[in-house]
C-alpha cells in the first residue's frame, strides 16, 4: 500500500530531530529535500546509526 502523503527530511535538519521522526513514524527511510523540495538524497536508519556510533565511539 503506497502513502498518499510522503513524508521528507529537510537536509537541514537536526539529527535528533530526524531520529525522534523515524521513531514515532516508524519509518525505515525517508527522502532529503533541499530549501526548494527538490530531492536531493535518501536517509535510512543505517545511515543515522553510522553517524551515531561514529560520533560516540571516536
Given amino acids: 500500500m503506497a502513502t498518499a502523503s510522503v513524508i521528507t527530511v529537510n537536509a537541514n535538519s537536526d539529527l535528533g530531530h530526524v ?3 523515524f521513531a514515532d513514524k516508524h519509518l525505515k527511510k525517508a527522502p ?3 530549501a526548494s ?7 535510512n536508519r543505517s545511515d543515522i ?3 551515531f556510533v561514529g560520533t560516540y565511539l571516536t
Avoid: A, E
Fill in 49 to 51: 546509526n553510522r553517524c
Fill in 19 to 21: 531520529s525522534t521522526l
Fill in 37 to 43: 523540495g527538490t530531492v536531493i538524497g535518501i536517509l
Fill in 32 to 34: 532529503v529535500v533541499d
